[in-house]
Structures are given as structure tokens and as C-alpha cells.
T-cell receptor
Framework: QKEVEQNSGPLSVPEGAIASLNCTYSDRGSQSFFWYRQYSGKSPELIMFIYSNGDKEDGRFTAQLNKASQYVSLLIRDSQPSDSATYLC???????????FGGGTRLMVKP | DTGVSQDPRHKITKRGQNVTFRCDPI?????LYWYRQTLGQGPEFLTYFQNEAQLEKSRLLSDRFSAERPKGSFSTLEIQRTEQGDSAMYLCASSLAFRGAGGSDEQFFGPGTRLTVL
């Protein structure tokens, strides 16, 4: 059983809409959660991290964490074509020495 | 402020050859990680260093793989007797440990080394 699950997509949204990306994880003791953006052929780029239950906002991005449901999400407001990429959810272990990644969700923002 | 750098960016080799990759982390970062990513998948953890000590190795890291970080700065990943299944993007990441127990630090990735084994 994969420890971090994401819908592979593609998720298609029109320009200006809100894109909602979801991730579930299996280790109930996990405490650190990360969202990376990866353009085709490039390496992952950290865009958000969240450690506490609730919402965390940074510009057009909002990360949401619900530890009881073992669920983390990323909202992208006012989506732009340049947001088209694969979004990777990563969960840190308690020892702080590794991240477990989901398979990623491919987002397509159509002009 | 330079980011994580990796060299080479691309490597094509024949099956059975040895290859070595280098990673230079962000200068003040004391933690360094290696991951492997294949097409359509998320990165998979291979190994982790805190300063010069290799503290964690994945079961994915067979005996043909060895990693070093001799002076706690740059790191090398060597693959001996390469196989076609080793073809992947090899990613290096670094972080500055500050959270201590109970969580992971933000890891920043280098551009990766794409390995093709013919």
C-alpha cells in the first residue's frame, strides 16, 4: 500500500479558476507536509509547507491540513497557464531524515 | 545565494559500466539527501547524510550503490555495474536542520542528473 496517495489527473481548470489538489497519507504520526511543483523535465520546487492543522496561505496558494482525516490539500487561486505542472505531495517522517512522495497530480490550466 | 547543484546533468552509459554523480548542497545546509525518480512517479528516497555521517539508507539502495560525503560538504553517488533498470533521474536535496525531533525540514532540490543505461 502506497503511503502517500494522489490522484494522477490530469486535473484541467480554466484560467482564473481555483485548482484543488488533494493528498492522503497513511502514517498517522506524520507531522510535516510539503507541496512541490515540478515542470516537465525539471526538478521539484518547494512551494508550500505546513506543520499544523488548519490553513496556511502564501500568495495565491493555500495549504490545508487535517491530521484527523490524514488529508492535506493545496488550493491555487486565480490559476494561470504557468501553473500547469505536476504537483507532488510529500510527507516527512518524524526522524526528519526523509520525505515520502505521492505520485503527483498533473494540473493543466487552459487559457 | 546559490542553490543545490549537480553534475553531470545528463549521463549516458552502457550496461555494466560504473558512473559517479556529484552534488553540491546549499552552503550552510548540513543535511543532504539522494532520491531517484522515474517517469510518472514521485521521487523515492535513497539515502541521507547529516554532515559527513550517512544515517539512513533505503532498501532501494542495493550493494551496487554507494554514497559518500567525506567532508560534510559535497556528496557523490556511485553506481557500479549499471543495469538498464538504473535509468532514472537522480535528485539531490539539502536542508538546514532546525526542527529537531518530530518533523522534517524543508528540502531544496538540485536540477538532477538524468541517467540513461543502454
Amino acid at each position: 500500500q502506497k503511503e502517500v496517495e494522489q490522484n494522477s489527473g490530469p486535473l484541467s481548470v480554466p484560467e482564473g479558476a481555483i485548482a484543488s489538489l488533494n493528498c492522503t497519507y497513511s502514517d498517522r504520526g506524520s507531522q510535516s507536509f510539503f507541496w512541490y511543483r515540478q515542470y516537465s523535465g525539471k526538478s521539484p520546487e518547494l512551494i508550500m509547507f505546513i506543520y499544523s492543522n488548519g490553513d496556511k496561505e502564501d500568495g495565491r496558494f493555500t495549504a490545508q491540513l487535517n491530521k484527523a482525516s490524514q488529508y492535506v490539500s493545496l488550493l491555487i487561486r486565480d490559476s494561470q497557464p504557468s501553473d500547469s505542472a505536476t504537483y507532488l505531495c510529500a510527507v516527512g517522517n518524524n526522524a526528519g531524515n526523509m520525505l515520502t512522495f505521492g505520485g503527483g497530480t498533473r494540473l493543466m490550466v487552459k487559457p | 545565494d546559490t542553490g543545490v547543484s549537480q553534475d553531470p546533468r545528463h549521463k549516458i552509459t552502457k550496461r555494466g559500466q560504473n558512473v559517479t554523480f556529484r552534488c553540491d548542497p546549499i552552503s550552510e545546509h548540513n543535511r543532504l539527501y539522494w532520491y531517484r525518480q522515474t517517469l510518472g512517479q514521485g521521487p523515492e528516497f535513497l539515502t541521507y547524510f547529516q554532515n559527513e555521517a550517512q544515517l539512513e539508507k533505503s532498501r532501494l539502495l542495493s550493494d551496487r550503490f554507494s554514497a559518500e560525503r567525506p567532508k560534510g560538504s559535497f556528496s557523490t553517488l556511485e553506481i557500479q555495474r549499471t543495469e538498464q533498470g538504473d535509468s532514472a533521474m537522480y535528485l539531490c536535496a539539502s536542508s538546514l536542520a532546525f526542527r529537531g525531533a518530530g518533523g522534517s525540514d524543508e528540502q531544496f532540490f538540485g536540477p538532477g542528473t538524468r541517467l540513461t543505461v543502454l
